[in-house]
């Protein structure tokens, strides 16, 4: 079989040529620490990996939303803890006012305070949170939760209920109450039954019955609120389980992608090794041959 010379140094060069490739390739693959996959190099990988990236962009939000969430859940619960304090003290004051040794300038007082606390209660009600600017007892349209009238009474401005922030795929929360659960569900509200009791202890003489009342209307307050403090506590715990499987889920997509995406440095190391010492072989026998003049092939 007859060999050009062409094909005697073609072969080598080419063969450098490859290694020299396959070397800059494991190079960039060791610098950057990424195999630089693409859709031609290995397609099924590639989509593999925009699915994870995408997956991993969504969860990013849905965790910002969690934590947005718990600290609105914190906030409201730390706002419902004052209302059963102010309640908490109203029951002792209504309690107090059914004293029938109490002169009618000491139930005015007793009124006063209640007024007092109705009005605390009234901006408490219409606290906002402190990340999103939103009332924590509103509906779900409206900047205030609660409004005075004309008259003095107190009644619910906001319409439906709060707005619920997604938290993951096909999730989401309500990170908050409505107000007409927590202040003045049917049959219970605090502000009205406050509202009475006070006007009843300003205007003097007999508050037997309109105290008992308050005592009534003040206790199933108290355990309206309970039930919203139950219910909110409720929701943080779910909030900080959805945390937990999200980054459990971010760790076993972060190996999944790890596995594809990343170089194995130690193996990487080695193949480079081992291409550099082939191609400086065939680089020396490629100048071997290439010194080789027409009076060697005679000899």
Known sequence: MRISTSQMYSRPVSLMTQLTAEADKTQTQI?????????????????KLQQIQRATTADATYKANITVAQGVVSQTDQTLESVETQLQ???????RAK?????????????????SIRDTLFALANTKDDIRGQPLFGGATGDTAYVK??????????????SAIPIGDGESIQPTISGQRVFSPAGADMFAVLGNLADALKA???????????????????DTVALARA??????????????????VAETREATRSGIEDTDIPTAVANLQ??????????ASFSKLNSVSLFDYIK
Request: hydrophobic share 40%.
């Open 31 to 47: 610098a950057t620490t990424k195999l630089g996959v693409t859709a031609v190099s290995d397609a099924a990988a590639y989509i």
């Open 89 to 95: 003290r109203a029951l002792e004051l209504a309690t």
């Open 99 to 115: 004293n029938d040794t109490l002169s009618n300038s000491d139930r005015a007082s007793i009124g006063a305070e209640l007024s």
């Open 149 to 162: 009238n004309v008259d003095g009474s107190i009644s619910f401005a906001g319409t439906g209920e709060p």
């Open 204 to 222: 003097g003489g007999d508050v037997q019955a309109a105290g008992a009342t308050a005592l009534d209307g003040i206790n199933a307050s108290l």
């Open 231 to 248: 219910s909110v506590g409720a929701r943080g715990a779910r909030l900080d389980l959805q945390a937990d499987r999200l980054t459990d």
């Open 274 to 283: 081992k291409t550099l010492t082939v191609l400086q072989a065939t680089q």
